[in-house]
Structures are given as structure tokens and as C-alpha cells.
């Protein structure tokens, strides 16, 4: 079975953390987003991939390649402008001709068990199937109506309070058909989500309604990103590599730590790592590869990316710090994301 995950959008909310990679490639507990993604994928037993990219391709080419190092059959299809949801679909149509094929919005993580997913899709011999999770205010998302047995009736985009009639919404998560993609109109920009459901419905095609997802998260903002580590931590978001609960203090790959130093679990620790004397680091802190934390520094709810360098007594508490920052000195930074040259506020309570 293949997949096909759309990531061409220029994660315009996430700035300035998407100023020089595309959000697919933001880290997630210092592996790239779309990664953690594939590595779910192939415990489902799905290993070729179809990537629709537009925003700075040359870094998820560069970084994937053709996926044979990944265990993975990869082919890029280039968008010279967006054409939305549904036209990057379309633009892709030459690699689906027989079997059902999954589509991916490239921002989402959840606990979507892909498998039972397709078992559903053929049972309700569906021409599509959509996930849906439940949030308690729908305003903000696309809402869908399902009937008694499942299928959809209606789609809703951002209702008002007053016209929550569902509090599910699309998970950006799909299985299509093959022949669904002669009803996608081709050569321009097209919303899957306003315009291609919808007029399915009105030719009469089976849309399921999935609804095995508990955990769900768009990381579409530096608050949702910031949650996203956070639930980690907490096991609300599981990772392959990390259980909290066992081992609240993950890595020390050829670290070198003082013994002066103080490690408050849960901490997740990338390769060669260097922490100073008097340092406290965590809980809830992700130090990234060769990362430098000085003397008499505090690391609490942040999140550092690689070759990050924090001089001694920097106190960085709720806060990010992109690739290859240096952040001192003797100074106290909350709430903040660090970014090359850039520097924003975060909006977290």
C-alpha cells in the first residue's frame, strides 16, 4: 500500500521556526516531524511514499533522499505554485491506479491505528474515509456530519458557536479510492476540504467517518509544537524510542556531564551533549545534538534544537531555541522562541 503525504505548505503560524526548513522538518524530540511519521507508517507495513512538496523541497529531498536509507521507496512531485489540498492530490494521481492509498496532512500526530483504519474503509466499501477527532470547540476546524451508519452528510468549515451541530473534525487523515481522482479538477488550486467532499457527496459516493483517534495534535503554531513535547513527556504522545515512565532520562550518547550538574527527569538528551557544572536541566527539557548548556545555567519546558549554545547562567524556561543559537549571557528568557536572528514571543499560559 502507498501514501502519499501533502507537505508543501509554508507553516506560515509557526514562524520563525519555518523561516529555513519546511514544517514537515521541524524536530520532534530531535527527529524531524515527517520522520516520526514514516517510522509509524512502516509498522503498518506501508513503505512507498509520495511526497507533494512546494516550500523549500530541496530540504526534504536532501534530508530522505530516494528512502533507502529509511527503509523506504520515495517520489517527489513539486508544486511550482500551491494548488491546495486537493489539486497536490491530483498532481500526484499518476502514482495511484489500483489500490486504496493513504493521504496525509505532513503537520498532524496522532495515535491513528492505520491499519484498523483500512479494515474499516473496506468494510463500509467506501470511496473515501476520513478521520475524525472530537474537540470540544470545533469553531477553529472543518466539522463533520455522519449519519447512523457512518457515513458522511454534511461538511462544515469553522461553524459559528451557534452552528456546532458536530464536534468532529477532519484529523487530516484519508484513505481514497483511485477513481475518486477523476473527480478533483486539475491544473489549479483545489480544496479537498470545501470543494472535492462536498460535491462527492452530491454525486452520491460513500465518504466513512473514522473515528478510532484519541490522541490528535496539528502542530500548526509554536504552542501546539511546545504541547506536542509535552504530552511526550507525559506519554499522552508516545515516541519509539523513549518510555518517561522507565526512564525519565533519555540519551547520554558520548555526553559529557558534570558531575556538578543536575538532570531533572523527564529530559531527552540528543548525541554528544556537553552540560557544565552547576547546570539545571529539565524536567520537561530537550536538549538537541551537540548542544553546549553552560555553567550555572536552567533548561525547564523548553525545547533546543542541534548545536545549540547557552553560556553560563542563562536561566531559559517555556521557550525554543532553533539550530545553531547562541543564548547569553548571565540573563533569564521565558516564553520565547530563539531563531537565528529572530525572536518571538510565546502565547502559552
Not at 121 to 133: C, E, G, Q
Not at 195 to 207: A, H, Q, S
Not at 234 to 243: K, N, P, S, T
Amino acid at each position: 500500500m502507498k501514501a502519499l503525504f501533502l507537505v508543501g505548505g509554508k507553516g506560515t503560524r509557526l514562524r520563525p521556526l519555518t523561516e529555513k526548513l519546511p514544517k514537515p522538518m521541524v524536530p520532534v524530540m530531535g527527529v524531524p516531524l515527517l520522520q516520526r511519521n514514516f517510522d509509524r507508517l512502516k509498522t503498518f507495513g506501508i513503505q512507498e511514499i509520495v511526497l507533494s512538496t512546494c516550500y523549500k523541497p530541496e530540504c526534504i529531498e536532501q534530508y530522505f533522499g530516494s528512502g533507502a536509507n529509511y527503509g523506504l521507496q520515495i517520489h517527489y512531485v513539486s508544486e511550482d505554485l500551491p494548488l491546495g489540498t486537493g489539486g497536490a492530490i491530483k498532481n500526484a494521481e499518476r502514482y495511484f491506479d489500483k489500490e486504496p492509498f493513504f493521504i496525509f496532512n505532513a503537520d498532524i500526530i496522532s495515535d491513528i491505528n492505520f491499519g484498523e483504519m483500512l479494515r474499516f474503509h473496506k468494510r463500509k466499501n467506501a470511496d473515501v474515509t476520513i478521520a475524525v477527532t472530537r474537540v470540544d470547540n470545533p469553531s477553529a476546524y472543518g466539522v463533520i456530519e455522519y449519519d447512523d451508519h457512518d457515513y458522511a452528510i454534511t461538511f462544515r468549515e469553522k461553524p459559528k458557536p451557534h452552528e456546532v451541530v458536530s464536534h468532529y473534525i477532519n484529523a487530516g487523515v484519508y484513505i481514497f479510492n483511485p477513481q475518486i481522482l477523476k473527480h478533483i479538477p486539475a491544473g489549479r488550486p483545489v480544496s479537498v476540504e470545501r470543494e472535492v467532499f462536498p460535491k462527492l457527496l452530491e454525486k452520491g459516493k460513500r465518504i466513512a467517518v473514522y473515528k478510532g483517534c484519541n490522541y490528535w495534535l496539528d502542530l500548526g503554531t509554536p504552542e501546539k509544537y511546545m504541547q506536542a513535547h509535552m504530552d511526550a513527556f507525559q506519554g499522552l504522545y508516545r515516541i519509539d524510542e523513549a518510555d518517561f515512565e522507565k526512564e525519565p532520562i533519555y540519551g547520554r550518547f558520548n555526553a559529557k556531564i558534570s558531575g556538578k550538574a543536575i538532570l531533572r527527569g523527564p529530559v531527552y538528551l540528543g548525541k554528544d551533549v556537553r552540560i557544565e557544572a552547576g547546570a539545571i536541566v529539565g524536567p520537561n527539557a530537550v536538549i538537541g545534538d551537540r548542544c553546549c548548556i553552560g555553567k550555572k545555567c536552567r533548561i525547564e519546558n523548553s525545547i533546543l534544537w542541534n548545536d545549540v549554545t547557552v553560556e553560563n547562567g542563562v536561566e531559559i524556561i517555556d521557550s525554543i531555541v532553533a539550530d545553531e543559537c547562541r543564548v547569553g549571557l548571565s540573563t533569564s528568557y521565558e516564553k520565547v522562541i530563539f531563531a537565528g536572528d529572530a525572536s518571538k514571543r510565546l502565547a502559552i499560559s
